[in-house]
């Protein structure tokens, strides 16, 4: 399962094309298109969604924009 989480500052386009990203990253990678995905808005995440990161928040917007820019 795929979760494209989307925060509460996303702008329109930003919600509009999150499904959209996730099936492009589904195909970039290789993976099925049968592959559930999940829309998950900041704040109302489920469970499974937090059991990813051992149940615990990982510093936000700036520390995942280090993450993934290397």
Do not use: H
């Not at 999150?18 to 589904?26: D, H, V």
Request: glycine share 12%.
């Amino acid at each position: 399962m795929i979760f494209v989480w989307i925060g509460s500052g996303a702008n329109k386009s930003e919600k509009l094309r999150a499904m959209e990203f996730a099936t492009e990253y589904l195909a970039s990678q290789g993976r099925p298109p049968n592959v559930p995905i999940a829309r998950v808005m900041e704040g109302k995440e489920p469970p499974e969604f937090w059991e990813v990161f051992a149940g615990k928040t990982l510093g936000g917007r700036e520390q995942d924009a280090k993450k993934w820019k290397g």
